[in-house]
């Protein structure tokens, strides 16, 4: 099946002569169905960027002690538990393995009477609210044999294997058809067919260079779905730019996946019309100044403080991280930074031995979420300025020799749920799942903190071999099944929720993982925070 957005032109525009190289400047005579946000940039006043808490624009002095405490993370009793590290590090590696494991996703419905061979891969997934029928959704981009990027989405559910006091309670069990399609430890599984998603094409203003080719290639890339702080499900896509080669466009998904709209609006909980659309066509998301934006962007990733919304654009070691408010239509305020944050990213150190460990460069990879610092169980835990963060993943990617990827490692970074959003920690070690693998050590290497491997290859016995040669986390949403679970809080959970990784492998495959939310942001190193007036 194929799925397009409804057209939006009221009339057929006059055919383009070459490809999509549109100048901005022409693009007032054509009726493109996607917003302008690039031109009459006007920024607002400065204290409509940050709502404090109280409900005022301005910081009282209790809220100016609470900002300071925030930028001193290891002051910070709150955050304790992140600082704390139970699980020892692999001595070869320096990653941290959870014992939770990878499982497949496969995009076959039940009762398909021919083969999808289609190459599925990059998953990103968000849970449905907690009425639906099916669990969660997800969209993956497809192998193509060119240059042109196809991505589907399908409804679909995680069946789990083992008896019922085993298996998480109220889960469905596995199939035998089931375990044909996801393998025999279970996994996720699309319960509608896959839907081709389109958007319309969106003009580059221009790819010079390098990127030259990047004009004329078709279809967007690199999506990226989660939830709002006001519920909408909404995806950023990567495609081409309105000011400058690629750049980042915005649009709620019950435009391209309709029966989501029905769906939002029948909560037995809270009947309504469900959250108002803020993206309802393609929208592009800006940088301000111009002077700031890159002829290619990518990676930028939302976060979301009541019904206001932020772009997180990048984080690095050297130059720190930029981040602004959404004023509307993709327009953005200027960087919102506190100016006198320290840089909390650290580059290896030159003196470090093991050069698999040397060089790499750093990624904003997956979406954010809330997390509130106690248990969902703790009936005296309450939500409030000082408990929350938010957390999301970043790639330190390393290269080969031939200058393609080799690892992506996992580290998880926090920053506080309050103006002005200061960075917290990061993860001290990176983080591979039970039984996944870095690629540049050994397999023996790989599994030295495995200590049943380690007594086998002791014994002269065969060992584990590597998993995969590379592995890219893309999403990480809230778990379905939690009750009450409305989609106003999709976006935030407690310690002990669980949280489903979205991993793309090999740029040919896709799994995922479900670990606790509290494993995730163990064992962070904390941030330096602000420099002195």
Not at 373 to 387: F, G, M, V, W
């Amino acid at each position: 099946m194929h799925l397009t957005i409804p057209a939006l032109l009221l009339h057929q525009g006059r055919p383009l002569a070459e490809g999509i190289r549109v100048p901005l400047a022409d693009l007032k005579h054509w009726a493109i169905p996607i917003r302008n946000t690039s031109e009459n940039h006007l920024s607002p006043p400065h204290q409509y960027y940050y709502s404090y808490p109280g409900g005022t624009s301005a910081r009282s002095k209790n809220e100016s002690s609470k900002t300071s405490l925030w930028s001193s993370p290891i002051l910070n009793p709150n955050l304790e538990i992140l600082f704390k590290c139970p699980v020892r590090a692999n001595r070869f590696t320096n990653h941290i393995r959870l014992p939770n494991t990878i499982q497949n996703i496969s995009m076959i419905v039940p009762g398909a009477s021919t083969e999808d061979k289609r190459v599925f891969w990059n998953p990103t997934i968000i849970s449905m609210p907690f009425w639906s029928e099916n669990e969660y959704l997800v969209v993956s981009r497809i192998v193509t044999n060119g240059n042109h990027q196809q991505n589907v989405l399908c409804e679909a559910n995680i069946c789990y294997i083992g008896a019922s006091d085993v298996r998480p309670k109220g889960k469905k069990l596995c199939t035998v058809d089931d375990l044909a399609s996801v393998g025999l430890a279970g996994g996720m599984r699309c319960a509608t067919a896959p839907l081709t998603l389109s958007v319309p094409p969106t003009p580059a203003e221009y790819c010079g260079g390098d990127f030259g080719s990047y004009v004329d290639i078709p279809g967007f890339h690199d999506p990226r779905i989660f939830w709002s702080g006001k519920g909408e499900p909404l995806m950023m896509v990567n495609t081409q730019s309105r000011y400058a080669c690629f750049g980042l466009w915005i649009i709620d998904i019950r435009t391209l996946h309709p029966t989501l709209a029905p769906l939002l609006a029948s909560s037995p909980l809270n009947p309504s019309l469900g959250p108002l659309m803020s993206y309802p066509s393609l929208t592009e998301l800006t940088r301000n100044p111009a002077s700031t934006r890159a002829a290619i962007e990518k990676n930028w990733m939302f976060f979301f403080s009541g019904a206001e919304s932020y772009i997180h654009y990048e984080i690095s070691p050297h130059g720190g991280r930029s981040f602004a408010k959404l004023l509307g239509g993709g327009l953005t305020t200027t960087n919102l930074t506190d100016a006198l944050e320290k840089p909390c990213l650290m580059d290896v150190s030159p003196n470090e031995p093991d050069e698999m460990k040397k060089g790499g460069t750093w990624h904003q990879a997956t979406n954010s979420l809330r997390l509130v610092l106690c248990e969902r169980k703790d009936t005296n835990c309450k939500p409030n300025a000082d408990n929350t963060v938010f957390f999301a993943v970043v790639h330190r990617k390393h290269a080969n020799y031939l200058h393609l990827p080799l690892r992506y490692e996992r580290y998880f970074i926090v920053w506080s749920a309050v103006p002005p959003f200061s960075m917290l920690g990061i993860s001290q070690h990176p983080i591979l799942m039970a039984n996944e693998t870095a690629s540049g050590w050994l397999p023996e290497q790989n599994w030295d903190d495995d200590a049943e491997e380690v007594e086998m290859i002791k014994q002269g016995l065969p060992g584990k071999d590597y998993w995969a040669y590379f592995t890219y986390t893309v999403s990480i949403a809230y778990a379905w099944g939690r009750s009450g679970d409305e989609a106003i809080w999709k976006n935030t959970g407690f310690l002990d929720d669980e949280v489903i990784l979205g991993i793309g492998v090999d740029d040919s495959g896709q799994v995922f993982a479900r670990v606790r939310a509290g494993d995730l942001v163990q064992c962070l190193r904390a941030c330096p925070g602000r420099n002195a007036i």
